[in-house]
């Protein structure tokens, strides 16, 4: 041990984040030595707490703690060097700010003491006297956030001023309960934040997943944590999650069927709501396929799955899971544990794998099975989702509640009896009975996902008439009326007037509206027509006089009184057209229609429009 006080010591950022130096100060390894702290340290340390770091804040209490042992007189601390500029921060990554800090180390002639591998090797091969300090072996003790879990508790829930809260009992009956009478303290949970940000640098077996300003989350062996602070959140708060259990796929009580289908290199989804058990039964499927064989690997973010060492975890590489898989691609799994599949680009990403010939399971939150196969659309060109997805495991209380599969073909849909309206469907079913029940397949511009009744076989057309209705305003001005009256046809009800123009020359128009929508269309005259004088019967309500105005493309009549209310619009007495007007209290008319025409003439000849609630 050297106690000369000649020794002189440069620290760079990692030893005094770790606590490394107070430590050997007070082991009498560092008694009455000069330490020379660079100003690029404290720069650096500082940049963390301001971003809201652990590791910023630890790095500060160490030089708090050094600044103590020297006024006890046990060392001689002084600041030195140059504080970084912005071209050396901007370089960072580049190691700009390591080279400052070894220069310091390099100009004293001192000893370098840092626990960065690289840094160390880089100060030796400059010939520099380096002090390499490997992370140290420590027993793994309790940590203060354990007293608060029990053998059934799942997750502890501490915030500043609140009660602490748990999480307990079995997967299929978990209740929220108080764990003791008082609230968490601001100074209780800082001291549980640093112990765990501590822990999950020094073991290990544990590893920080995500820091960031206010927001750190942690995997400490089996536990995640997520740990918020202001700015992120409005108070300090600490969420651990631990699993209960470790099931075995056979516990689930599949069928062979099922067991054979998914050591098939399927799409698999497992769906459910949250806590329902979704992860256990993932990590149960992962070394089913493992014992079975099977290469098998997970991409997770956090790494909390439940696997055996022999199933390689992997995190999003350099902050994106694309760049995971592609290192994927090439070590070519035959199934890979996506959890958990939630945005677009995930989606994207699960596809382009499954598409590579690469088994996938995929975790996602839902209420259904159905409904995770609909997160799908958008997400993954219609066609290929049976490709993609072909069966989905829905978990509810830790049980497999339901297994659906998809198939693609072309069939006219369930409802629908015309041959010419066969298009391609995928037909989702129950696994075990094999009833059919969901259809997907494009009606009009939507993507239509249709219950299929097990008694009539009919699907719910209450979609069907909002798009039929929603299709026909577009060729006319008036109110539509939809109905459908058979699996085949709907009767559409407008405006005698504005019949021909939604009928076509030749029938050309409505021959293009039934081909896009796919169903027979019956073209009626809207109750309350004209008679034969070319007046309609009208109520006894008090007649308005609208502010017309006209755009490029539109003449507007402007009656905000009766936003949202059935309409007539009138040229003096005669009656010309009923509409709906908008929550806006306008009636749009297009400029070019007979409509329009004959408002715009009657206009200028002195007429009055005329607008009454029906």
Request: one cysteine or more; charged letters at 30%; hydrophobic letters at 40%.
């Amino acid at each position: 041990m050297d106690n000369s006080n000649d020794l002189r010591v440069v620290p760079d950022t990692s030893v005094v984040i770790d606590g490394r130096i107070s430590e050997k100060i007070r082991s009498g390894e560092y008694a009455g030595a000069k330490i020379f702290v660079p100003e690029a340290v404290v720069a650096e340390i500082e940049a963390q707490a301001n971003r809201g770091l652990e590791i910023g804040y630890k790095g500060l209490e160490e030089l708090q703690a050094i600044q103590d042992l020297a006024r006890e007189g046990e060392v001689d601390v002084s600041f030195v060097g140059i504080r970084p500029g912005p071209d050396e921060v901007k370089l960072a990554k580049g190691g700009e700010i390591d080279a400052l800090i070894r220069s310091v180390g390099e100009e004293l002639d001192a000893k370098f003491v840092t626990g960065d591998r690289i840094q160390a090797e880089v100060a030796r091969a400059r010939g520099m006297n380096v002090e390499y300090l490997k992370p140290s072996l420590f027993e793994v003790t309790p940590l203060k956030i354990e007293d608060f879990f029990t053998d059934d508790t799942m997750s502890v829930h501490l915030k500043n001023g609140v009660v602490p809260m748990a999480k307990r009992g079995s997967i299929g009956n978990v209740e929220f309960v108080p764990v003791r009478e008082t609230p968490c303290t601001y100074g209780e949970l800082h001291y549980i934040s640093r112990e765990l940000s501590e822990r999950a640098r020094s073991d290990n077996e544990s590893f920080i997943e995500l820091s960031a300003s206010g927001a750190s989350v942690l995997q400490i062996r089996d536990m995640r944590i997520a740990i918020s602070s202001p700015p992120f959140s409005d108070d300090i708060e600490i969420t651990a999650v631990r699993p209960v259990a470790s099931v075995r796929l056979e516990e689930y009580r599949l069928s062979e069927q099922l067991k054979e289908r998914v050591l098939m290199q399927r799409g698999v989804l497992i769906a459910g709501p949250p806590g329902a058990g979704k992860s256990t039964f993932a990590a149960g499927l992962a070394n089913y396929l493992h014992e079975n064989g099977y290469v098998v690997k997970t991409m997770e973010s956090p790494r909390d799955l439940q696997v055996p060492t022999e199933i390689t975890q992997y995190a999003p590489l350099e902050g994106d899971m694309a760049n995971t898989a592609d290192v994927l691609l090439l070590v070519r799994p035959d199934y890979t544990i996506y959890d958990e599949v939630r945005k677009t680009h995930d989606f994207e990403i699960f596809g382009d794998m499954r598409l590579a010939g690469v088994g996938m399971v995929g975790v996602v939150h839902a209420n259904r099975a159905v409904d995770a196969i609909q997160r799908l659309i958008g997400r993954v060109e219609l066609g290929i989702i049976p490709q993609v997805v072909d069966t989905v495991v829905f978990i509810d209380k830790g049980e497999v509640a339901k297994v659906q599969v998809l198939e693609f073909t072309v069939k006219v849909p369930s409802g629908m009896t015309e041959a010419d309206l066969a298009r391609p469907v995928i037909v989702i079913s129950d696994f075990e009975s094999g009833v059919v029940e969901y259809e997907i397949y494009t009606f009009g511009e939507q993507v239509v996902v249709m219950p299929v009744s097990e008694v009539s076989g009919k699907p719910t057309w209450k979609l069907a008439e909002n798009e039929i209705r929603s299709v026909m305003e577009r060729y006319v001005d008036g109110r539509v009326e939809v109905e459908i009256i058979s699996d085949s046809k709907a009767v559409v009800k407008v405006a005698e007037f504005e019949i021909p123009q939604v009928i076509g020359k030749g029938g050309s128009t409505i021959d293009k509206i039934e081909k896009q929508l796919g169903i027979g269309i019956d073209v009626r005259e809207l109750s309350g027509k004209p008679d034969k004088k070319g007046e309609r019967s009208r109520s006894s309500s008090s007649e308005l006089r609208p502010v017309v105005e006209q755009t490029k493309r539109h003449l507007i009549l402007d009656v905000p009184e009766l936003a949202t209310r059935d309409v007539e619009i009138l040229i003096g007495q005669d009656y010309l057209f009923t509409a709906t007007v908008s929550r806006h209290g306008e009636v749009k008319i297009r400029k070019n229609s007979h409509v329009a025409a004959d408002i715009l003439d009657a206009i200028e000849a002195g007429e009055a429009i005329v607008v009454k609630s029906v």
